[in-house]
């Protein structure tokens, strides 16, 4: 299946849960220049494989960049100031991304969001990201802001327990969802990716979450 290239028009903020809303389309009316900006990134730092705590290989590709970059590799898993691989430090993140960023988490409700690290995770046919929750980053409560590009996907949205229920709702190309709050600790996963052709992205969707990992949001 091929997909049209502008899925959504951008919708009104619509409340999933308690500090977590999701923005419609509100990524996918400059695609382009967010494109460019991961492309700038990608050329960079390129995605690598990743691979769980315990050495196990992750169906996603990394890339990172910021002050922080998230390593999920055979050297190191966690927050660091460089890629462990290469001991190069992660590229700055683009000035468009990061002013996306804040703009969107101030349309979910979160102003002076400063994001100091933006993990890009490329999925491909098959992919998908097992149910968990954020908990490596400083702050608890500082909202992330993810942002999905390229083949829709499965979100899975939990509780505040692993074991707890769990509901799931389509994320499309430009669709941004924000949590924090009450619902940062929240778990939360995507099923396997199917098989489809976007117009940007082929084969892939690329998801960009954006947070602070050691800083502290005091908006």
């Known amino acids: 299946m091929t997909l049209p290239l502008f899925d959504t028009e951008p919708q009104p903020p619509q409340t999933i849960a308690d500090g977590a809303v999701l923005l419609r389309g509100w990524a996918a009316v400059n695609d382009g220049e967010w494109m460019a900006a991961v492309q700038q990134v990608l050329a960079q730092q390129p995605f690598q494989a990743a691979y769980t705590a315990s050495g196990l290989p992750m169906s996603v590709r990394t890339s990172?960049?910021?002050?922080w970059g998230w390593a999920a590799n055979r050297n190191a898993y966690g927050y660091t100031r460089s890629d462990p691989l290469t001991g190069k430090l992660w590229p700055s993140m683009p000035q468009f991304l990061k002013q996306q960023a804040k703009?969107?988490?101030?349309?979910?409700?979160?102003?002076?969001f400063?994001?100091?690290?933006?993990?890009?995770?490329?999925?491909?046919?098959?992919?998908?990201?097992?149910?968990?929750h954020?908990?490596?980053e400083r702050d608890k409560f500082a909202p992330i802001v993810s942002v999905s590009l390229g083949l829709p996907c499965t979100f899975v949205w939990g509780g505040l327990q692993r074991s707890d229920p769990v509901r799931s709702f389509r994320l499309e190309h430009g669709d941004v969802l924000v949590w924090g709050g009450a619902s940062r600790m929240v778990f939360h996963g995507v099923r396997p990716l199917q098989a489809g052709q976007h117009p940007l992205l082929g084969a892939q969707r690329w998801n960009?979450?954006?947070r602070m990992a050691r800083a502290i949001y005091t908006a």
């Open 208 to 210: 960009l979450t954006f």
């Open 114 to 132: 400063e994001p100091d690290v933006c993990l890009i995770n490329c999925y491909e046919v098959g992919a998908k990201m097992g149910l968990h």
């Open 64 to 67: 990172n960049c910021g002050e």
């Open 103 to 112: 703009v969107l988490s101030g349309l979910a409700g979160y102003l002076g």
């Open 134 to 136: 954020d908990a490596d």
